[in-house]
């Protein structure tokens, strides 16, 4: 029967749910290309000249930015999805032979945590309230990449170690009692003194 690890299970939930985020970036960046045309291509509006090509160029350059960053972040975590779930479901072995790369993966999240955190406070109050809580959530999504995996490989560890030690104490166990019985069959004369009668007929 295979083990079913639930801390990287829920990992590999939250990436796809990550993936799902990050895809809804790009979809959002290329609707923002669409609108910047439009603006463009209004007369109306009091944008022309070099104000209307920096604005062309700020936001054409923003939005293939976060098509190209989020399409190749959302490939990743949709990757590190299936890898998790695969894990969850597998088999002791093969979970233990995938243990450098649950400590690599942690690191990549907590770089990304990181950066998250930096860009959160630097832009707090600067933009719309809707990218802030979609920040604090992938902040707390990456958080919990990085410590669910990490906990769970400690756990194992844990009741691994546990394991041996009691293997080995019961081991010993076995060993002191087999050793007491070997040494009270060598002490201990099994053959009865026998009564010659001699003694009787000394007189």
């Known amino acids: 029967m295979k083990k079913k690890y639930y801390l990287s299970l829920a990992t590999g939930i939250i990436s796809g749910i990550m993936a799902l985020g990050y895809a809804a970036i790009v979809l959002r960046s290329i609707i923002s290309m669409s609108e910047v045309t439009k603006v ?7 944008l022309f000249g070099l104000n209307l090509v920096s604005y062309a160029m700020v936001s054409f ?8 960053i989020s399409a ?41 945590f990181a950066v998250l ?31 669910l995996p990490v906990v769970e490989r400690q756990i194992t560890l ?8 009691q293997k ?16 009270d069959s060598e002490f201990v004369d099994p053959t009865p003194e026998k009564d010659d ?6 007189e």
């Open 197 to 202: 009668g001699k003694s009787d007929n000394a």
């Open 117 to 147: 955190l930096v860009a959160y406070f630097a832009l707090e109050g600067r933009i719309e309230t809707s990218i802030t809580d979609a920040l604090i959530s992938f902040i707390v999504a990456y958080g919990l990449c990085i410590v």
């Open 168 to 183: 080995v104490v019961s081991a010993e166990e076995f060993d002191k009692a087999k050793i007491a019985a070997e040494l």
């Open 158 to 165: 844990s009741l691994k170690s546990k394991k041996k030690t």
């Open 40 to 46: 463009i291509q209004d007369i109306s509006d009091e």
């Open 72 to 112: 190749a972040l959302a490939g990743y975590r949709a990757t590190l999805a299936y890898f998790y779930i695969r894990v969850a479901l597998s088999d002791e072995t093969f979970f233990e032979e995938r243990k450098k790369e649950y400590y690599t993966f942690a690191i990549f999240s907590a770089v990304m």
């Open 61 to 68: 350059i923003t939005a293939i930015l976060g098509i190209a």
